[in-house]
């Protein structure tokens, strides 16, 4: 029944996290939000809502590793996993963005959460709210940098299907399917780990985090089939800056985040290092600017390096 808990709870936030994005972009355009800033927030927070709720609802729990260990294990599935399956059904073009902002962007945000969590083995309320401040201000340059650029979300929704109050129930919704998606996949998979005799951290950084990576991979997958993959790279940069920053910066400033097992900081974090900075030398090697099926081979070959020793 546990196994069976655990996949209810992926399908639950899937589900949720689906419905909280069509909805609130649905609200954005209905209020004539310009579509960088649906792009860069709305959509960006929407996907990255089941890593929030399961963070924050672990943390709340006393379950701290698992809240650090669902992100850091959903932001390598991101690279290793979905980046290298998608690469493996059709080779991503880099553009120029990559370069000049996606890349830098994720590697200050990176390298910023792992000062923080290699300091003091903890996450103050401070060092959240500066994570929150981060983000802020990504945003900020973001919004002036681009401007002027075509924006990536040209989905045309009709704003007379749905009223706004119905987007919002909508909302409420999706954010209660969230709710209790975390609720039973963290509960379910804390009894899983119990009965096998492994530790939260584990658990959280394997099965839960492919689960809450699901929806990522899923709209991944279906760019790539349709050969409309070349901005999916920047959206997973996206997603995993969004889940340091974001996701355990909103999470440790409402509750501090204690005791997080040095597994952790000195092994699980050094992968969430190795899976930003390995983007730019694979960028190099062979065919330059493209993220070749050679290339998602390498990335999905060490993301099973990483998981099948903690999987054992």
Known sequence: MDYLGILFGVILLSQGGDLLTKSSVD???????????????????????????????????????????????????????????????????????????????????????????????????????????????????????????????????????????????????????????????IKSSVSVANKLEISERIISITMVAIGTSVPELAASIVASLKKQNDLSIGNLIGSNIFNLLVVIGITSSIIPINGIDKSIINNDMLWVVLFSVIIFPLAYLGKRNVLTRKKGIILLALYLIFIIPLLI
């Open 27 to 185: 609200i954005s355009f209905k209020l004539s939000i310009p579509k960088i800033i649906i792009g860069m927030t709305v959509v960006s927070f929407a996907t990255s809502a089941p890593e929030l709720i399961v963070s924050l609802n672990a943390t709340l729990d006393g379950l701290p590793n698992f809240a650090i260990g669902n992100v850091l294990g959903s932001n390598i599935a991101n690279f290793g996993l979905v980046l290298g399956i998608i690469t493996i059904i059709y080779p991503i073009s880099l553009k120029q963005r990559f370069y000049n902002t996606d890349f830098p962007l994720l590697i200050m945000s990176t390298f910023l959460f792992y000062y923080v969590i290699y300091t003091e083995s903890q996450i103050s309320r401070v060092e959240g709210i500066i994570l929150v401040i981060a983000i802020t201000l990504i945003l900020f340059y973001l919004f002036f940098y681009q401007k002027n650029d075509q924006s990536e979300f040209s989905e045309k929704l009709d704003k007379d299907k749905i009223s706004i109050f119905k987007s919002f129930l909508y909302i409420l919704f999706s954010g209660s399917l969230l709710w209790l998606g975390s609720e039973t996949l």
